[in-house]
């Protein structure tokens, strides 16, 4: 069965703290992994798609990486307006239908 | 150009009663998907359609639950009978392209509550 772990649950940081939130995934055959962010009482909002081990995307101060296990968002520098839910979900084989199987998300709290 | 509009935001239902839930894609998608979050939970894929078509539904339950795209109007996700397990916030997002999943806008979602 197709598995996406999101870690931490939760992650605090000072204004200017990188960090990086970790998404580890269990699936079989990928064919694409989804970073999206979430604020409070809204959807999801497209951030990034990364297709295959190696593989590398960059915005502002958002960075996103993938191996054939896991996959992390790097956070350079962030500032409070970083703070928001970030969720991972991966799209599994051609013969597994269209659904996008979400992790249950890291909570980003960025403070002055 | 208006993203994808859902509503309404908020619906309190008590229990056995109908629920309805609109869903307008953006301009020029014509394939929408519908996400349900339970409390704690992560997005979980119920529907994607297609006007006038269900392509997938893999994550509908079997019973009480429909959906539709018709060729005029809104995607309307219906839930008969509804129990109070059926609260949730439910998400919409739509796509221009066939099931690519590239990049999937979604709407702000319904907050349904049932009492």
């Known amino acids: 069965e197709d598995q996406v772990t999101q870690s931490p649950e939760a992650l605090r940081l000072q204004e200017g703290e990188s960090s990086s939130l970790n998404c580890s995934y269990t699936?079989?055959?990928?064919?694409?992994l989804f970073w999206y962010r979430q604020d409070p009482g809204k959807g999801p909002e497209f951030l990034f798609t990364?297709?295959?081990a190696g593989e590398e995307k960059e915005k502002e101060r958002l960075k996103a990486t993938l191996t054939k296990k896991e996959s992390f968002l790097h956070i350079t520098a962030p500032k409070p307006e970083d703070s928001a839910t970030y969720l991972c979900a991966v799209q599994a084989g051609p013969n597994s239908g269209y659904a996008l199987n979400f992790g249950k998300g890291t909570s980003l709290l960025v403070t002055p | 150009n208006a993203g994808v509009m859902q509503n309404p935001r908020h619906l309190v239902r008590r229990r056995g009663q109908e629920a309805r839930l609109r869903c307008s894609p953006m301009?020029?998608?014509?394939?929408v998907y519908w996400y349900r979050q339970l409390p704690e939970e992560g997005l979980k894929f119920m529907v994607y359609?297609?006007?006038?078509?269900?392509?997938?539904e893999s994550g509908m339950p079997k019973e009480r639950f429909s959906a539709e795209f018709p060729k005029e109007g809104p995607s309307i996700l219906r839930i008969q009978q509804v129990v109070r397990g059926d609260s949730a916030a439910y998400f919409c997002a739509s796509s221009p392209n066939l099931g690519t999943n590239e990049k999937l806008f979604f709407g702000s979602g319904t907050q349904l509550s049932v009492l």
């Open positions: 301009k020029g998608h014509s394939h």
């Open positions: 359609l297609q006007k006038e078509n269900i392509i997938d």
């Open positions: 699936v079989s055959g990928l064919r694409g």
């Open positions: 990364l297709y295959s």
